[in-house]
């Protein structure tokens, strides 16, 4: 499973890795011969993907942890340092998304989205920066969304906090520029995972792009195989064309519907007397 490359040896935290996107990296990145730390909440699902990486010849260690808490971010840093004795690479992939309407939105649940998707990178990236000026040189790809670039209805905590993200990443690329430590955000579209499901129902998630396409790109970054510079962010909305006939044949029934009505109610209206 694991190869030679320019990445053999170096040692990578992967928040949110149990499942979905961080899963993919994390499974990427050891093929890569990188050391993995695969971090999060669900202990079990941490520990699933560690013992599979593990059964592969790689080397990945299982740490739970709530990166939106301090004490929690620097049990983690300690927990890498004293398995693998340093940092290189950092992707910050943990995160939420509530969908509810602006004003029926619970100030907990905005709280709740802002503190996963955003203070998290700001904590991580506060305790392990240094771990990497300390080594000379680090890469860091905070995970934003293409609701990060534009915000849409029913997602305003999600959307908020994923423009955050990609403000984040330009301005601590700025001050880190001369330390040899590269930021990027990179920003998917619709992905298969838990979290789509939950949004958007299986038939969705289905039809959409895989985790390890997203995972391809941030390698490719990760590798220095990009035309974006430090602070710049990354693209990747590859819908399936499955996808957009479904969506398109959604809001093609919407408006046949919505005809149909307009034309019940006209005929009513001409129909009675005047």
Known sequence: MVSQTQLSGKVA???GSGSGIGRAIAILLVES???????????????KTADFIN??????L???ANVSILEEVRHLVGATKERFGKINILVNNAGIAVAKPFLEMEESEWDLT???NLKSIFITCKEVIPEMLESGQ???VNIS???GKTGIANFSAYSASKFGVIGLTQAVAKEYQSNQIRVYAVCPGRTSTDMQKRLGGNLIASMSMPPEMVANKVIQIINGN???KSGGDVVINNQSLRLKFYETSKGLSRAKNKFKAFLFDAKRYFSQPK
């Not at 011969?33 to 520990?47: D, P, T």
């Open 33 to 47: 011969g990188v050391k993995v730390v695969i971090c999060g909440r669900r202990y079990e699902l941490l520990q």
């Open 13 to 15: 935290i992967i928040t």
């Open 138 to 140: 680090g890469v860091i």
């Open 114 to 116: 802002i503190d996963t």
């Open 145 to 147: 969304s293409i609701l």
């Open 62 to 64: 299982a740490v739970q």
């Open 226 to 228: 990009t035309m974006t």
């Open 55 to 60: 059964s592969q010849g790689g080397e990945a």
